[in-house]
Nanobody, 123 residues
Framework: QVQLVESGGGLVQAGGSLRLSCTAS????????MGWFRQAPGKEREFVAA???????YYRDSVKGRFTISRDNPKNTGYLQMNSLKPDDTAVYYC?????????????????WGQGTQVTVSL
C-alpha cells in the first residue's frame, strides 16, 4: 500500500499559478503511475492529468497547455504545475497512484489516494 500526501493548494487570482506536490511513502516504485484528479462541490471527481510508468503524460482537454505533470522518482514525489488558472479550476485536487503503471483517466484504476488539497481561483 502507498500513502500519498498532497500539498501546495491555496487561493490564487485568475491567471496565477500554483504547484501541487504529492509525496509518496510505502511501497511506491518507479513503475507506479501517478494521476491527478479534482472534485468541485456538487460534481463528480474528474481526471486532470497522469503519467504512466514509461513517462507518457496525459491531460484532460481543458488543462492542456496550462498544466504540467511531472515526478521525481528518487524523491518519491509527483508534481502538478498549474499556470493560467481559471475560476473553473477551483476544486479539491487529489493525487493517486496505480501500481500497474497505466496512467489511466479512470478513478477505478487507482489503488491509493491522497487526502486532497483545496485550490481556489478567484476572479
Amino acid at each position: 500500500q502507498v500513502q500519498l500526501v498532497e500539498s501546495g493548494g491555496g487561493l490564487v487570482q485568475a491567471g496565477g499559478s500554483l504547484r501541487l506536490s504529492c509525496t509518496a511513502s510505502g511501497r511506491m516504485s518507479g513503475t507506479h503511475a501517478m494521476g491527478w484528479f479534482r472534485q468541485a462541490p456538487g460534481k463528480e471527481r474528474e481526471f486532470v492529468a497522469a503519467n504512466n510508468w514509461r513517462g507518457g503524460t496525459y491531460y484532460r482537454d481543458s488543462v492542456k497547455g496550462r498544466f504540467t505533470i511531472s515526478r521525481d522518482n528518487p524523491k518519491n514525489t509527483g508534481y502538478l504545475q498549474m499556470n493560467s488558472l481559471k475560476p473553473d479550476d477551483t476544486a479539491v485536487y487529489y493525487c493517486a497512484a496505480d501500481e500497474y503503471g497505466r496512467g489511466s483517466s479512470h478513478t477505478a484504476d487507482y489503488d491509493s489516494w491522497g487526502q486532497g488539497t483545496q485550490v481556489t481561483v478567484s476572479l
